[in-house]
């Protein structure tokens, strides 16, 4: 009986063969949703598709559509294939999205990232899915996302699932998100780096023209289509379409693209910037990369390994806050490796952030770094180290502001009394 008081949810999934995958997980991410006792109180979510459907006489794609009719809500899925003629349409993902459309359903498009090599010659299947895109981003008329991994898809279909279910509002068009705020979307050196190559300037300000109005508008497919060809025909590996690219990609979600155009830019600099006026965008896009071999590859050791690279010439340049931050970040993915043998490279850092914090004046950073230090002291059983750095921390307190490292201050100096002596 109580199943009978719940609201069904019909979700019909739509998508080409060449997303084998994303169609299992999709009914993964139902299955857990139907288990979480938030939802599964008042809702019954029933994943539909082809899979699902009977079979018996008559045209198979109109047997699809009828379990589409009774769905409430279409989630539609490309790559690289269109799919093939189901009769009436150019293949039965058109017909199942116009039929969708037709019957004014609820319908979420979600686009699988698609390779620059791919977008630079894409063949006939490839085409006909590009040229949707730009009519879905033009229109804005559905939830359209884009992707690069099966991990990605499930993080952000099951994030608009639930905000569906509690009928919140849903973007338009809404990147997956990066927990960490300090990579650089918006590199300070670019400037700098015009005028080092000045002559390309003229060629370049065509593309950054065009991609500029794409952008407004929106119109992201054309953005990165027109970067592509940039690149294919001004100068080769053009650092300034380079930085502006990757810029772009990191701002859409496509992170691993951003990481090999960034990569690509890195070795353009150290090529050609012989007498090192680029140090510090270098150092910037070392920082870009450390964080985002952290956030979204989470290949730890290529994030300590860029995250160092960039320290090491903040230090040179005397950029105290940059290294202050760069520190301070490092020492996330030390931590996610064995703590007894990172504890001391992850001391070694916070000192730098300390010293580095010291120098900018930067209270509540420089008090919340001896916290740091104070916890690392007090896990190694350093316990004088642990003692300095605390009082010192306490010396401090009238001049922090952030509520947390005074709490854990305090807390931490009522403990000292405990401490071995």
């Not at 999709?26 to 109180?41: A, D, H, M, T, Y």
């Not at 809404?174 to 003229?202: A, G, R």
């Not at 059983?381 to 854990?408: G, I, S």
Request: aromatic fraction near 12%.
């Amino acid at each position: 009986m109580k199943n009978l008081k719940k609201k069904k949810l019909r979700i019909f999934i739509a998508s080409p063969s060449d997303l084998k995958n994303e169609r299992e997980v999709f009914r993964e991410i139902i299955n857990e949703l139907n288990n979480e006792p938030e939802f599964s109180k008042n809702h019954l979510l029933i994943p539909v598709g082809w899979e699902d459907t009977l079979i018996g006489k008559g045209r198979p794609q109109n047997l699809i559509n009828e379990d589409l009719k009774d769905s409430d809500l279409i989630v539609c899925i490309l790559w690289k294939r269109w799919g093939s003629s189901s009769g009436k349409y150019s293949s039965g993902f058109e017909e199942e999205f116009e039929l969708a459309n037709k019957l004014n359903k609820d319908i979420w498009l979600y686009f699988k990232d698609i390779p620059s090599c791919m977008m630079e010659d894409p063949g006939i299947q490839l085409r006909k899915v590009l040229a949707f895109r730009k009519k879905i981003e033009s229109e804005k008329n559905f939830l359209y996302r884009l992707y690069e991994r099966e991990e990605t898809w499930k993080l952000l279909f099951k994030n608009d699932l639930i905000k569906y279910i509690k009928k919140q509002k849903l973007a338009f068009f809404e990147p997956v998100s990066l927990k960490n705020e300090k990579i650089f979307l918006d590199i300070t050196e670019k400037d700098k780096m015009y005028d080092v190559f000045k002559p390309l300037l003229s060629s370049t300000k065509i593309v950054f023209d065009a991609v500029d109005k794409f952008i407004k508008l929106g119109h992201y497919t054309e953005a990165e289509e027109v970067y592509i060809n940039g690149l294919e025909n001004t100068f080769p590996n053009n650092p300034l379409l380079l930085l502006s690219y990757s810029s772009f990609l990191v701002k859409i979600g496509s992170y691993n693209k951003a990481i090999f155009r960034i990569n690509e830019l890195l070795d353009f600099i150290k090529k050609y910037d012989t007498n090192n006026s680029l140090n510090t965008l270098k150092a910037q896009l070392l920082w870009t990369l450390g964080s985002l071999y952290y956030e979204y590859s989470e290949k730890y050791e290529l994030s300590i390994k860029y995250y160092y690279e960039a320290i090491k010439v903040f230090e040179q340049n005397k950029d105290y806050e940059s290294l202050m931050y760069c520190c301070k970040l490092i020492i996330i993915p030390l931590g996610e490796n064995d703590l007894d043998i990172n504890s001391n490279k992850r001391i070694n850092v916070l000192k730098k952030a300390l010293n580095a914090s010291k120098k900018i004046g930067f209270y509540n950073d420089t008090a919340g770094i001896l916290c740091a230090l104070a916890t690392l002291y007090k896990e190694t059983n350093e316990f004088d180290n642990y003692k300095d750095v605390l009082l010192e921390a306490k010396a401090l307190l009238e001049k922090v502001t952030e509520e947390r490292p005074r709490n854990f201050i305090e807390k931490e100096m009522k403990n000292l009394t405990n401490m071995p002596v």
